[in-house]
Nanobody
Framework: QVQLVESGGGLVQAGGSLRLSCATSGRTFSYYAMGWFRQAPGKEREFVATISRSGGSTFYADSVKDRFTISRDNAKSMVYLQMNSLKPEDTAVYYC?????????????????WGQGAQVTVSS
């Protein structure tokens, strides 16, 4: 199994940037595909981005494509989400997750482990 801890959330103005980090521990990090999900108040948790075990392939939700970038550093057991051109509708709790599935993994039920979440608030 693997433990996940998100960091880097906070308050930012519309049009600004923020980078989320996810530190992992436990089973060998490179064994897992990684993903980011988010959940706004009163809404379902939705897929944001995923990255393959090697980091060679990525896939994004249409709502964040060309604005967000997912990356990973297997030597440091870290995964990141760089968020640019932020909009108020990006406001949500963001979750890091790990999956043993075959990329792209975009379904919540296919993720085995989850972090506690990090709040991102974008003001207008």
């Amino acid at each position: 199994q693997v433990q996940l801890v998100e960091s880097g959330g906070g308050l930012v103005q519309a049009g600004g940037s923020l980078r989320l980090s996810c530190a992992t521990s436990g089973r060998t990090f490179s064994y897992y595909a990684m993903g980011w999900f988010r959940q706004a108040p009163g809404k379902e948790r939705e897929f944001v981005a995923t990255i393959s075990r090697s980091g060679g392939s990525t896939f994004y939700a249409d709502s964040v494509k060309d604005r967000f970038t997912i990356s990973r550093d297997n030597a440091k057991s870290m995964v990141y989400l760089q968020m640019n051109s932020l909009k108020p509708e990006d406001t949500a709790v963001y979750y890091c997750a790990a999956s043993t599935g075959i990329s792209p993994v975009i379904t919540r039920r296919n993720y085995n482990y989850w972090g506690q979440g990090a709040q991102v608030t974008v003001s207008s």
